[in-house]
Each structure stands twice: as structure tokens, then as C-alpha cells.
């Protein structure tokens, strides 16, 4: 498992400040969004201030655990359907049971915070109500939202997306945003280098850090992750994939080997990584567009061994031809 050494990094100063004084001073609106790319810390943001209010209301309360088990009675989290029922479930490889397009928020769920708001607060002022990935909200949901939102309630809503657009602008313009920076490659290359835990994760030795802190894509989760992947690769996956390939022979073995061995979401992961690398030596706009075409294709689930072999085949043709 990959790890940081220091837990209590605070990456995103300027929202911590921000949240820091609407706690001081008590100033809490009635809804938030915390705006930004997955994997900035969005989450973590939340619970921490979550927990700080609630801790300013009942001191004494073991407040920490009750908000990391989610069994606070003055805290509701919502989040969609699909992870859900897989957080029910024993198998705890989200990335492995989730089937793109499939996560909603129902109606049914936002109705739930009426009934919650509408009962008292056992150990706070208020009542808190996170949820997460609030762009995937259907339609009937986010116009019950938006009225539980208009009406007064002794609550404080959270919302968290990567996807602002996809919100109801009449959400948005009731909600304070709480926007989230990307980090910058040095930052990345700052965790990478001096926050990682080597003696519990050791990196591939064929991989790049350079090409880590460009696939992180300015999340220092997404860099944590795509580590943890990319190690459970094979050497041979790796080596066979450090330029284009131009042996049709080769394309369909290695397409078999990666479709074989490889869950989707590792293959999705290594298109990622392949792009940055072939980029980087070929600087080749048609190729990235192809790898772009690859990763569709496998977000779909359509016939990823087959999407491998044409995709590696156009770029080879493409060489050939240039």
C-alpha cells in the first residue's frame, strides 16, 4: 500500500485559512461547494472541517471517530448509488466494480435529508450534510435539493464536485464556493521525492519520475494511486511498452498480455502513462489523439483486447507510411 510519511501535510493553505476563520467566527452559510480536480484533498478538506465545527459545539465528545465511521448523529453523508453498494460489499477495489456512466444520486436520497433536518440535533448546533460527487445528482434530485436548500433549516451543506458545469446554476448561486487548486508539478515532484514512504513502497525502476508528476496531473492522490498500479505492472509489460511497436506479431502479444492480465482500470492507467511517455519521445499530436480514442474505448468496456491490437496497429501503419 502506498504511503506518506507525514499525515497532517496541509497542501491547500489558502482554503485551510479560509475554513479556519468561518469556524473562529462562526459566520457559516448555508451551503458549500468545494470545487476542484479529483484527488486535491477535497474530501479530506470536508471531514476535518466538519469535524472542527462539531468540536467547537461538543468538546468532550470522542467527535474524531464518530466523523471517520460516519456514525455522528448530526452528520449525514450522501454519496452515489454505485459506491454504495460497493462500500456494502466485501470487495473493496472501487475502481474494479464501478462501470463508467453508472454512478447517480436518486431523489430518494435528498428526501432523506429532509427527514433528517426535520429531526433535532442531538450533540451540535447544527446539522451537516456532505455530499459527495454532487455533479452526479439526476435531474429530480437536484431540483429537490434546490428546494431543501431554499427552505430555512438548522443545516449546512457540503457539496463536493470536480464538475461544476454539471451543477443546477440555482444551486450554485445558494452555495459559497470553496475552490481547489491543482498543485503544480513542483509540488508533486515535492511529495514524490520527500513525503513518500519508501520503506513501505518502492517504485518500478523502469518508471520515470518525471513521467509520475505528469500523469498525477496536478493530484497528489492521483500520483499515490497511479504508484500503487503501476508497481503491480511486469517488467515486461513496461519494457515492451517504452516506445510504438511496430511488429504486428508483437502487438497482438502484448495486446493479449495487457488484455489478460490487466483489470480495466489498470489498463486505463497504463494508457495514461503511455501517452506521457511516447509524447515525450515522439511529440506526436495523432498518436496522444489515438491513446485518447483506446481509453473511450476501454471506459466503455468495448472488447478491450481488440482495442488494443487496432489502436497499436494504426499507430505502427502510421509510422510506416511517415
Not at 466538519?50 to 467547537?56: C, G, N, P, S
Not at 433535532?120 to 448546533?125: A, G, H, R, V, Y
Not at 427552505?151 to 446554476?169: A, V, Y
Request: hydrophobic content about 40%.
Amino acid at each position: 500500500m502506498t504511503e506518506i510519511q507525514k499525515k497532517n501535510i496541509l497542501f491547500n493553505e489558502e482554503v485551510d485559512t479560509y475554513l479556519n476563520s468561518i469556524i473562529k467566527n462562526k459566520s457559516f452559510a448555508n451551503g458549500y461547494i468545494f470545487y476542484g480536480a479529483k484527488g486535491v484533498g477535497k474530501k479530506q478538506t470536508a471531514l476535518r472541517f466538519i469535524k472542527e465545527i462539531f468540536k467547537k459545539s461538543s468538546p468532550s465528545e470522542n467527535v474524531e471517530e464518530k466523523i471517520t465511521n460516519y456514525n455522528h448523529p448530526d452528520f449525514l453523508i450522501i454519496e452515489p448509488d454505485s459506491l454504495l453498494a460497493t462500500k456494502s460489499s466485501r470487495n473493496s477495489n472501487l475502481e474494479k466494480t464501478i462501470k463508467s456512466g453508472s454512478e447517480i444520486i436518486k431523489i430518494a436520497q435528498i428526501r432523506n435529508i429532509k427527514t433528517f433536518l426535520g429531526q433535532k440535533s442531538i450533540n451540535s448546533e447544527k446539522k451537516i450534510v456532505l455530499i459527495i460527487d454532487a455533479h452526479l445528482l439526476n435531474e429530480a434530485a437536484s431540483n429537490c435539493l434546490l428546494k431543501t436548500l431554499e427552505e430555512p433549516s438548522n443545516g449546512i451543506f457540503i457539496l463536493l464536485t470536480s464538475k461544476l458545469n454539471l451543477l443546477l446554476d440555482t444551486i450554485i448561486s445558494r452555495c459559497q464556493i470553496v475552490r481547489f487548486r491543482s498543485f503544480s508539478s513542483k509540488q508533486i515532484k515535492f511529495i514524490l521525492e520527500d513525503y513518500l514512504d519508501t520503506s513501505k513502497s518502492k517504485i518500478n525502476t523502469k518508471l520515470k519520475y518525471e513521467d509520475l508528476i505528469i500523469s498525477a496531473n496536478g493530484s497528489p492522490n492521483q500520483l499515490l494511486k497511479n504508484i500503487e498500479i503501476l508497481n503491480n505492472f511486469s517488467d515486461e509489460i513496461i519494457s515492451k511498452l517504452d516506445k510504438p511497436i511496430k511488429s504486428s506479431l508483437e502487438i497482438f502479444e502484448v495486446s493479449k498480455l495487457i488484455s489478460e492480465k490487466l483489470e480495466i482500470y489498470q489498463q486505463i492507467c497504463l494508457v495514461n502513462l503511455i501517452q506521457i511517455i511516447w509524447w515525450r519521445k515522439t511529440k506526436d499530436i495523432g498518436l496522444v489523439k489515438k491513446l485518447e480514442n483506446l481509453k473511450f474505448n476501454l471506459n466503455k468496456n468495448i472488447q478491450p483486447r481488440l482495442s488494443w491490437e487496432m489502436t497499436f496497429l494504426k499507430i505502427a501503419m502510421k509510422d510506416i507510411q511517415d
